[in-house]
């Protein structure tokens, strides 16, 4: 069974690099350019995990694991913030709204890939 991955951010190029290192592992890739995007595109199908910036234009990180966990039948499903914020206190704020994991940019393609199958039960 393929799992399905959606990565939301607003850069182009991360969005092509998280794509491809987790398609070359072996992982379904949808992509979201924004938190609003991202939130309605999520609704559209069954995710195993989702991959969020925290700072993106129209809904930012912290608003996209808000709304993703406002359902219940969603609070299982793993969501790993990846950006270039490193506080304390981004962490503990995105952790408090649900958050699986935080994973800082620029990423490293193994430690992407093993985080992604080890918060879904694959590692």
Do not use: H, Y
């Not at 609070?75 to 304390?88: A, D, F, H, Q, W």
């Amino acid at each position: 069974m393929t799992l399905s991955v959606l990565a939301i951010d607003d850069s182009r190029t991360m969005r092509m690099l998280v794509s491809q290192t987790l398609k070359g592992a072996g992982f379904d890739v949808v992509t979201a350019e924004d938190g609003v995007q991202g939130v309605e595109t999520f609704a559209t199908r069954r995710f195993d995990a989702v991959i969020t910036d925290i700072n993106m234009p129209k809904l930012d990180g912290f608003g996209v694991i808000e709304a993703i966990r406002q359902s219940p039948k969603n609070r299982r499903v793993p969501i790993l913030v990846l950006t270039t914020e490193s506080s304390e206190a981004f962490r503990n704020r995105a952790r408090g709204l649900g958050a699986t994991g935080w994973l800082v940019k620029p990423f490293e393609e193994e430690g992407l890939v093993n985080t992604v199958r080890l918060v879904t039960g694959q590692g």
